[in-house]
T-cell receptor, first 113, second 113 residues
Framework: KAGVTQTPRYLIKTRGQQVTLSCSPI?????VSWYQQTPGQGLQFLFE???????NKGNFPGRFSGRQFSNSRSEMNVSTLELGDSALYLC????????????FGPGTRLTVL | QKEVEQNSGPLSVPEGAIASLNCTYS??????FFWYRQYSGKSPELIMF????GDKEDGRFTAQLNKASQYVSLLIRDSQPSDSATYLC?????????????FGTGTKLQVIP
């Protein structure tokens, strides 16, 4: 079974730009969660999508948004990038039945200059 | 007070010893608890989950949960250098109708050959 894939793996943007990250979950999984990981804050939950609906969300500003398609693939968008958005963005796939039982993708390393 | 707290370490143990990793959480209503392992430069991977008070064993790993004291721990028996990684505790809490996954900042474990 193929694992979770994320594209792109690395991204360099400048302040004020926007970015879209993509995640393909494990086949059959309907839940996709997004996390931001930084050395100082650790792993922080952004939001979870299940069957194309945002089911849970963390405490991030509205510049961070996402969506999920009918094939369970998900995209995350960050608008008006700030220097502090530089981080590793991880996508996690789950069956949706047991929150917390997740399989992480390799991540997208975003650098904002 | 952080919602999920872990000692950042590093926790150094000699090869063959028992490593004990601890995690405390603030929400008494938390229902399920997960341990993830993250090697440097890699994504987190699920090791174990526990829902009920007591111990749960899986190979060299034992998860312990004490809901009254609001802590969960992970014991690694016969520690190996390959166990050297950061261990993340994740707690599922109910928050405003959502099931929120909150990670601790992780404990770095170093197993000395």
């Amino acid at each position: 079974k193929a694992g979770v894939t994320q594209t792109p793996r690395y991204l360099i943007k400048t302040r004020g730009q926007q970015v879209t990250l993509s995640c393909s979950p494990i086949s059959g999984h309907r839940s996709v969660s997004w996390y931001q990981q930084t050395p100082g804050q650790g792993l922080q939950f952004l939001f979870e999508y299940f069957s194309e609906t945002q089911r849970n969300k963390g405490n991030f500003p509205g510049r961070f948004s996402g969506r999920q398609f009918s094939n369970s693939r998900s995209e995350m968008n960050v608008s008006t990038l700030e220097l502090g958005d530089s981080a590793l963005y991880l996508c996690a796939s789950g069956s949706g039945l047991a929150a917390g039982e997740q399989f992480f993708g390799p991540g997208t390393r975003l650098t904002v200059l | 007070q952080k919602e999920v707290e872990q000692n950042s370490g590093p926790l150094s143990v000699p090869e063959g010893a028992i490593a004990s990793l601890n995690c405390t959480y603030s929400d008494r209503g938390s229902q399920s608890f997960f341990w993830y392992r993250q090697y440097s430069g890699k994504s987190p991977e699920l090791i174990m989950f526990i829902y009920s008070n007591g111990d749960k064993e899986d190979g060299r790993f034992t998860a312990q949960l004490n809901k009254a004291s609001q802590y969960v721990s992970l014991l690694i028996r016969d520690s190996q250098p390959s166990d050297s990684a950061t261990y993340l505790c994740a707690v599922i809490m109910n928050s405003g109708g959502y099931q929120k996954v909150t990670f601790g900042t992780g404990t770095k474990l170093q197993v000395i050959p």
